[in-house]
Each structure stands twice: as structure tokens, then as C-alpha cells.
């Protein structure tokens, strides 16, 4: 039958689009485990605790995260409360190879330098399974270089009036390269109205 727009929050919370797309391509299953990595207040976890995913998520934020280990204990019980956990994305406690699928949507561009972006990127990196896939959102210049002001140490100024690490696509090639990584998706830019730019970037770690 019809969804009636309520029941589609009910069912996807305000799940980012992309990785609604990822959901649609089925390159994101059941079963998998999940790390939210700045997981916020969990709104892209809605679904993935609704149906079987073995879901873990960090915040820095004490406060996200207790809102994420409320809204698991009501949706996934079966889950432990201890795989939602207060610490930084450059210090995870998980171990190696702990998730088929990491997600991280709106965080890395809060990075302070190039260091801090890798160190964030190389943790995310190492609790990512073989064949497993990062899904990551993430503010760029791409479309906008000539429309934001650097303030050195990879940081800009945006015509929204935000400040943020900001990565193009050869940037983020070239990390892809590092790591060893595969693109699963080609790098897709949204430009809201010329005042920031949203990239996602989605790697498949190999076998």
C-alpha cells in the first residue's frame, strides 16, 4: 500500500540521501556491522537498527551520544549499550577490521588541519573490514574554488558564512590511492546554490 509521509520518517528517520541510495543499491545488507563515526543525535541509524544491523556509534558529543544508545535500546535491545561510545574519530577503542560498513556524514570537515583529517581518516580506515565500504559526506571546494578564502591548514572560509576543512577531488584520489581503496561510486558533488558544497566519497576496502 501507499507510505504516508509520517510512516517514511518512522522507517528512514532524516537518513541521509546518499546513503539511502547506498540502502537502495543494496550494497549495504542486514547483518552487516555498522560504525556511525559522529553519529550526532543517530538519525542516519533509524533503519539500519529497525532491521538487523549489528549497529556501533562514536559521537565526541556525551550528549549525541546518549541520545543514539536511547534511541537503540528502543529500536535494536538486543544490541550492547557498550557499542555506543564517547570518543573522537582519531581515537577509536574498536579493533582492526571490526565493521563492514563505516559511516561518516558531516565530519570530517570539522578537521583542524591536514593531520587531524588524516589521523581521523586513518581510524576509520583501520576498523574497516576487508570488503568492507566507507561512506563518507563531507564539505568541498569542489565547484566553489573560486568562492572560498583559505585561512591556511586546508581550512576555508564558505559563502554560507562556515569555516572548514575542505577537499577536492584530486585530494580525495589521492587518499583513495593511500589507503588502497577503491571509489565504489564516482565522487558526487552536491552545490547548494553556490554557498557550500556537500562531496560524498564512498570506498571499498579490498579482499
Known amino acids: 500500500g501507499m507510505t504516508a509521509p509520517g510512516e517514511l520518517t518512522d522507517e528512514f528517520g532524516r537518513i541521509d540521501i546518499y546513503l539511502f541510495d547506498q540502502l537502495l543499491r543494496e550494497h549495504v ?14 538519525r542516519n541509524l533509524v533503519y539500519l537498527l529497525q532491521h538487523g544491523f549489528d549497529v556501533s556509534a562514536v559521537d565526541r558529543s556525551p550528549e549525541a551520544v546518549a541520545k543514539t544508545a536511547a534511541l537503540a535500546a528502543r529500536l535494536a535491545p538486543e544490541l550492547p549499550p557498550t557499542q555506543f561510545r564517547i570518543e573522537t574519530l582519531e581515537s577509536l577503542s574498536f579493533p582492526d577490521a571490526s565493521f563492514d560498513l563505516v559511516v561518516c556524514s558531516a565530519v570530517l570537515h570539522f578537521a583542524e588541519d591536514p593531520v587531524h583529517f588524516n589521523a581521523m581518516v586513518t581510524e576509520l580506515w583501520r576498523v574497516l573490514a576487508p570488503a568492507g565500504l566507507l561512506f563518507a559526506r563531507l564539505a568541498s571546494s569542489i565547484g566553489i574554488e573560486t568562492r572560498v578564502v583559505s585561512l591556511g591548514s586546508g581550512r576555508y572560509h564558505l559563502p554560507d558564512g562556515s569555516d572548514r576543512y575542505l577537499v577536492d577531488e584530486s585530494q580525495l584520489l589521492t587518499l583513495t590511492e593511500r589507503l588502497g581503496g577503491a571509489l565504489a561510486d564516482p565522487i558526487k558533488t552536491t552545490n547548494v546554490q553556490g554557498q557550500r558544497c556537500m562531496t560524498t566519497w564512498v570506498v571499498e576496502r579490498p579482499r
Open 29 to 42: 545488507k542486514p547483518g552487516m556491522r555498522v560504525l556511525d563515526a559522529g553519529c550526532g543525535h543517530g
